[in-house]
């Protein structure tokens, strides 16, 4: 494959046919409908109602964006709840997986590892293209797509995705949006020999070749788009985790699936813990979490969560021993044959167990048996691993029992709703990672937590690139869920749920945006001056709406009620 850049671009980088011919002039009257915004609408509401399947949603929505981007946000900020699963999680999944099959043409950046040393030539010419600089860019190189496996060049399916929610749930500009693949080969044999396959029919690269594939990417995206902010998805543990630590200190970047996925059940951990141990008179310090699944995202969701115990007077070594881990082989102990043997794989190192007196537990259900835990976290995309046995256990020792299957999509996911509710009798404290509907179970309407990083991502790029960050912090990401938990309102809270409603996400997204820029600020690695000074909070400032809406008003002064203010008005709106 060949980079590809576009000759003609319209201000999102997509191609775009000329609107009128050469040399006409404009009519003095219309010779054409004039249908309303709100008709367009109504037709592309009643239109996605005939298309039978969920992929074929997801590639009517596409052409609608490409086509006209104001109908499709417009589209997506009048019904978020009911399009974010076509464009993004579940249905991206499959769009992924079928990428070349439903290829129409270029979104966006395609760079292949064969253009190595051309990277900032390739850069530059882009650059000159595009009507104004990106501010926001989502790059992957389609290793290990949402728990799919590796789908090479499909995996732009989820940088233009992850953009599609900046936009909707963050209020970025689209013109400021750029989605990036970074071709390096695939090992899916299947989709390496597939005759409509557009990406490099070759195994995928070597770990020191992808490195300096990627140091030569970084270099190159940072120099020709200096303000922009760069999030890596989807990568593979491994590199993920080589990569951050690499770059965290240098560019202005950071990795959704480590510290976006860690923001967000940190975020919702904080409420479920209150929960749980209002309900069983526990400490908040005593809780004792569950992992299975050892890959990049469970480790660093663990080690986020770790800051709840931190928060709580433990020292980091205590905060760490709250935390037990499984992987394919079962509990990670050092008494395990491969970690003695020395090949474990290096992010999963930190959990290691040491108090296990040479014991080992193969599968969860022992593990579960031997910690007695009060929370069980799914990152293994492996469907239904939380089976009957294992949910009524822990409803037997939990009066309210934290559930978190996180894994994406459905197909992959640990436990369904509806068998946490069963299983439990519904005493289950639960957050899934893709979408649920609500059900009535005890008499009353029950809401189910949706982990989803969309509550966190788009406040944390957006406030890096509002303030103009020199790098993304560690404590900037803790800072966006201690604002995301802060920021569900009375209702929310009242009705037990975890986390925000989704239909809040532009607010709920200025209010995590805010929590970055103010620890940025503090930590001293903002440059933005003009939003500096907003995150004291005045006593004799008022909120209009104060005896109307109390709550929202204390939400926003703890959040810094004039630096939400100011994220508010700097979202763009179709």
């Not at 970025?172 to 409509?196: F, K, Q, Y």
């Not at 179970?441 to 809401?447: A, K, S, T, V």
């Not at 709406?545 to 508010?568: C, D, F, G, I, P």
Request: charged content about 20%.
């Amino acid at each position: 494959m060949t980079t590809t850049l576009a000759p003609q671009l319209h201000a999102n980088g997509q191609l775009t046919p000329p609107l009128t011919p050469k040399g006409s002039k404009q009519a003095l009257r219309s010779i054409h409908p004039s249908p309303t915004p709100e008709q367009n609408l109504l037709r592309l509401r009643n239109h996605l109602d005939t298309l039978p399947t969920p992929l074929l949603k997801h590639v009517h929505l596409s052409k609608v964006r490409r086509e006209d981007p104001n109908l499709f946000f417009a589209a997506m900020k009048d019904d978020l709840p009911g399009l974010a699963p076509l464009v993004y999680t579940p249905t991206v999944g499959e769009a992924c997986q079928k990428y070349s099959h439903i290829y129409s043409q270029p979104e966006g950046l395609y760079l292949s590892i064969d253009d190595k040393d051309m990277l900032p030539q390739i850069l530059a010419e882009y650059a000159a293209l595009l009507p104004r600089p990106p501010q926001i860019m989502v790059v992957t190189d389609g290793s290990r797509i949402l728990g799919l496996g590796d789908l090479g060049i499909g995996g732009m399916g989820i940088s233009v995705g992850k953009l599609n929610l900046y936009v909707a749930g963050g209020g970025i500009d689209p013109s400021g949006t750029l989605p990036i693949i970074l071709d390096m080969g695939t090992n899916t044999e299947s989709i390496r020999n597939d005759p409509l396959y557009i990406g490099l029919r070759r195994p995928r690269a070597t770990l020191q070749e992808a490195t300096e594939f990627m140091d030569a990417f970084m270099a190159a995206a940072s120099a020709a788009f200096p303000a922009a902010v760069i999030q890596h998805e989807d990568f593979y543990s491994e590199a993920a985790f080589d990569f951050l630590e690499r770059y965290q200190n240098k560019y202005r970047m950071f990795n959704d699936d480590i510290q976006g996925t860690g923001s967000v059940i940190l975020g919702g951990f904080f409420a479920a813990a209150r929960q749980a141990s209002a309900a069983s008179g526990l400490p908040l310090r005593d809780h004792k979490v569950v992992f299975l699944g050892g890959g990049s995202a469970a480790v660093g969701v663990a080690k986020e969560m770790m800051n709840f115990f931190r928060m709580q007077g433990l020292s980091e070594q205590e905060a760490k021993e709250r935390f037990w881990l499984i992987d394919t082989k079962g509990l990670i102990t050092s008494s395990r044959p491969d970690v003695v043997a020395g090949k474990l794989a290096s992010h999963k190192k930190y959990f290691i167990r040491y108090d296990t007196e040479g014991k080992e537990y193969s599968d969860l259900a022992s593990v579960v048996e031997y910690v007695q835990p009060t929370a069980l976290v799914g990152l293994s995309t492996t469907f239904g691993a939380f089976d009957r046995t294992v949910v009524r256990r822990m409803a037997d020792m939990n009066a309210a029992p934290i559930i978190f299957p996180l894994s994406n999509p459905t197909s992959k996911c640990e436990l369904s709703f509806t068998d946490a509710l069963n299983w439990t009798n519904g005493t289950v404290l639960f957050a899934s990672g893709s979408p649920y509907p609500a059900e009535r179970f005890g008499g009353r309407l029950r809401e189910p937590a949706q982990g989803n990083n969309f509550l966190v991502f788009p406040g944390i790029g957006f406030g890096a690139m509002a303030c103009k960050a020199t790098k993304v912090t560690d404590e900037m990401i803790t800072a966006s869920a201690l604002a995301l938990s802060e920021a569900r309102n009375q209702e929310e809270i009242e009705a037990g749920l975890l986390y925000p409603r989704l239909d809040r996400i532009r607010e709920v997204s200025a209010i995590v945006a805010a929590g970055v820029v103010k620890k940025a600020q503090e930590q001293g690695v903002d440059t933005e001056i003009r939003l500096r000074g907003l995150s004291e909070y005045d006593e004799s400032s008022t909120n209009a709406n104060t005896n109307t809406n109390t709550w929202a008003w204390l939400t926003l002064r703890s959040a810094n009620e004039q630096l939400v203010q100011k994220m508010l008005e700097a979202q763009w709106h179709p």
